[in-house]
């Protein structure tokens, strides 16, 4: 499976912004559609984002739409979420995963692997 890693997470303050990058090993990261989900202390783990393989194709969770954007490099291997407009509820730890085929649903079945995930805090 793929290997990742997450970065960029940190504190910000709120209505404030923050770029996430997960950079991914191994030869096939092109083949892989690549989710962002996110996990906020007590709760479930939450979709996010996902984009196809191509980046073509992206599908937002609706509370995210409009403030979070999904980008995908597949030369350096790297998929982003940035992050705009920052809210205290936006504070969790956020995870990026793999999946071999893209759907524009959200969910986590079908993501075969997983980073350690990145911090992010959002002050009031």
């Known amino acids: 499976q793929v290997q990742l890693v997450e970065s960029g997470g940190g504190l910000v303050q709120a209505g404030g912004s923050l770029r996430l990058s997960c950079a991914a090993s191994g030869r096939t990261f092109s083949s892989y559609a690549m989710g962002w989900f996110r996990q906020a202390p007590g709760k479930e783990r939450e979709f996010v984002a996902v984009i196809s393989e191509s980046g073509r194709l992206t599908y937002y969770a609706s509370s995210m739409k409009g403030r979070f954007t999904i980008s995908r490099d597949n030369i350096q291997n790297t998929v982003y979420l940035q992050m705009n407009s920052l809210k205290p509820e936006d504070t969790a730890v956020y995870y990026c995963?793999?999946?071999?085929?893209?759907?524009?649903?959200?969910?986590?079945?079908?993501?075969?692997?997983w980073g350690q995930g990145t911090p992010v805090t959002v002050s009031s």
């Open positions: 995963a793999a999946r071999r085929n893209y759907i524009a649903t959200a969910g986590e079945f079908g993501y075969a692997s």
